[in-house]
């Protein structure tokens, strides 16, 4: 079998977004059932390729990938085997070095602030624009504590943001 550094071959790695979760299935509910996302593939990996491509060694992870109607799509990573990752610091702030945050995009950005408002914890009092003719956007994190940027695609002009973000024009 070959792997992706012969010649030739496909990288056979991922481009998506992706994020380590305690549970998958939780974490998988929460984009699914309030950012309008599809699960679009399911796999177990383990063995001496996934320890190397994520230089941990006993690695055996649960993958769940999730598709919105257009752009990238997510990951979600749970290591099933070893157990003892650390998880997001509950006082993380946007300027410390370990944030991160993932850009989507939904039809109407204050509308979703509304939306989550009710069912995550939200980092940002409102959904804003920072300057005129600007989407509005804010901060929500997701039930592991990662950072999820909601911008509008309502904006005359293009945000920067535009060209990596996730659809999920079904934020319910």
């Given at each position: 079998m070959?792997?992706?550094t012969t010649r030739g071959a496909r990288p056979r790695w991922s481009?998506?977004?992706?994020?380590?979760?305690?549970d998958v299935v939780a974490t998988a509910n929460f984009y699914r059932d309030t950012l309008g996302m599809r699960v679009a593939g399911?796999?177990?990996n383990y063995?001496?390729?996934?320890?190397r491509l994520n230089n941990v060694f006993g690695a055996r992870l649960r993958i769940t990938g999730l598709r919105a109607a257009s752009g990238?799509?997510?990951e979600f990573l749970e290591y099933l085997t070893p157990r003892d990752g650390r998880p997001v610091p509950?006082?993380?702030s946007a300027n410390d070095l370990a944030h991160w945050e993932t850009t989507?995009?939904?039809?109407d950005a204050e509308q979703a602030w509304k939306v989550l408002l009710k069912k995550t914890r939200l980092v940002?009092?409102?959904?804003?624009?920072?300057a005129e003719n600007v989407s509005p956007q804010f901060l929500a994190k997701d039930p592991d504590g990662h950072v999820v940027a909601i911008i509008g695609s309502e904006s005359t002009k293009r945000d920067v943001n535009d060209e990596r973000a996730v659809a999920t024009d079904g934020i319910r």
């Open positions: 070959a792997d992706s481009v998506a977004p992706y994020f380590i979760v305690d399911e796999s177990e063995g001496i390729e996934q320890e990238p799509g997510v509950e006082d993380l989507f995009r939904s039809a940002s009092s409102r959904a804003e624009s920072p």
